[in-house]
């Protein structure tokens, strides 16, 4: 396990280390102490577990540490990509005055910040808990059958499983003995030469409950580092345009509430639980936000004839319910009572990002493409269903051979 600390105390740095080196197992264990010598180590190295003082100077030469520089530093990790993300950080300072504030901004991240204080032993006692954590989870990890790089879950044959297959990735199908399940094994090429390994599967009807319960199953079965779901969505016309991306970022179950009378008229009291993005497969797929050159070029590669817009990427709101929806106002309604900044509605993506949230370690991180092909109104058509399917399967391919996202 590869830990770095980031402290430009010396004193206080080899404190740090001692407690690290005292855990045991097979640690590296980095060290520096400004943010300068943080971003060169971050940008050549991918830590298990970064231990990062609040308050650091820009330069190891610097006598005056600037109060919220690794603040400063937590923000850029998490919106650039010139750095290999930490798989944990863990905050450290001795500053009454500061402590808040990181406490409120590692936070938002799920990540921790420890109020350092030599007079106790309770700091100490906790960042041990949490490197003893990080060696059991990297055994367990080291010790379970090797897995896959990427499942990719869908809901329909046609057109959703069909454009995942017309991915050139060489499937074939996988069988298991007492699963009546097909799955389709294939694998791909990223820039760098490396070969990765995909999994792509349909669900045996539309729906949360059968995208839930597969995407479980899929994955105890293969472990991918990565948990997908490609196909169509009905769009917000307000916001989208027929054949445009929708990434989900956050996704929620619409239907999740409480049916109440108010003055003895029928009402509804949503109480959702979105699910986000991880900071890792947001930072990947926001630089495509707004660039149309890339899905262009994608466009060009359908071999039927595509909708006279040029695809926009759009990453936002994104809700599932348990039913076909052929009703514009349905868009409207959740809109208004649940997200004023909704995209879009689907039956099954949030089933998925559900079933990746509660998988255990090695946990996946989901991701949720979908191609506008209408706008939830009487006139579903099939007009753009197939060239919706098309593009959201050649964009999840993209990320995997060019952006390293699994």
């Not at 479980?216 to 991918?224: A, D, E």
């Not at 929620?252 to 890792?280: C, I, N, Q, V």
Request: aromatic letters at 6%; hydrophobic letters at 40%; a negative charge.
């Amino acid at each position: 396990m590869i830990i770095g600390i980031v402290d430009d105390d010396v004193s206080k740095r080899e404190t740090i280390r001692a407690i690290v080196a005292r855990c045991g197992g097979d640690l590296t264990i980095l060290q520096c102490g400004s943010l300068s010598a943080a971003r060169r180590m971050l940008r050549d190295t991918a830590l298990d577990l970064l231990i990062l003082d609040i308050a650091l100077p820009d330069h190891e030469d610097s006598d005056d540490p600037v109060k919220d520089g690794g603040i400063t530093l937590f923000g850029e990790l998490t919106t650039s990509n010139r750095f290999k993300m930490p798989k944990h950080v863990i905050g450290l300072t001795a500053l009454a005055e500061v402590h808040e504030e990181a406490v409120s901004r590692f936070g938002s991240e799920l990540w921790s910040v420890l109020r350092f204080d030599p007079a106790s032993e309770e700091w100490a006692e906790r960042l041990s808990a949490r490197v003893r954590h990080l060696l059991r989870l990297k055994s367990y990890q080291a010790s379970a059958e090797p897995g896959c790089d990427l499942a990719i879950v869908v809901a329909l044959k046609t057109p959703e499983l069909d454009a995942v297959l017309a991915l050139p990735w060489d499937w074939a199908v996988v069988d298991r003995d007492g699963d009546a399940t097909v799955y389709h094994r294939g694998t791909f090429r990223r820039r760098d030469g490396t070969l990765g390994t995909a999994i792509a599967v349909r669900a045996g009807q539309m729906g949360m409950p059968a995208a839930t319960a597969l995407a479980t199953k899929v994955g105890l079965l293969f472990r991918p580092r990565c948990l997908a779901m490609v196909g169509i969505c009905a769009g917000n016309k307000d916001g989208t345009a027929l054949g445009d991306l929708i990434v989900a970022n956050p996704t929620w179950d619409y239907g999740s509430g409480k049916h109440t009378t108010k003055d003895e008229t029928p009402s509804f009291e949503p109480a959702p639980y979105p699910l986000a993005l991880s900071t890792r497969v947001r930072s990947i797929v926001e630089r495509h936000e707004g660039e149309t050159d890339m899905l262009s070029a994608l466009r060009k590669a359908f071999p039927g004839k595509p909708p006279a817009s040029v695809p926009n990427l759009h990453i936002g709101p994104f809700a599932s319910g348990a039913a076909v929806v052929a009703r514009g106002s349905m868009v409207t309604e959740v809109k208004e009572q649940q997200h004023r900044k909704l995209l879009a509605i689907d039956m099954e993506a949030y089933g998925v990002a559900m079933a990746s949230h509660e998988l255990p370690e090695p946990q996946p991180e989901f991701l949720i493409v979908k191609g506008v092909s209408d706008f939830a109104d009487e006139d579903k058509g099939e007009a753009h269903r197939d060239y919706a399917a098309f593009m959201s399967a050649r964009y999840l391919a993209l990320l995997c051979t060019d952006y390293a996202l699994c």
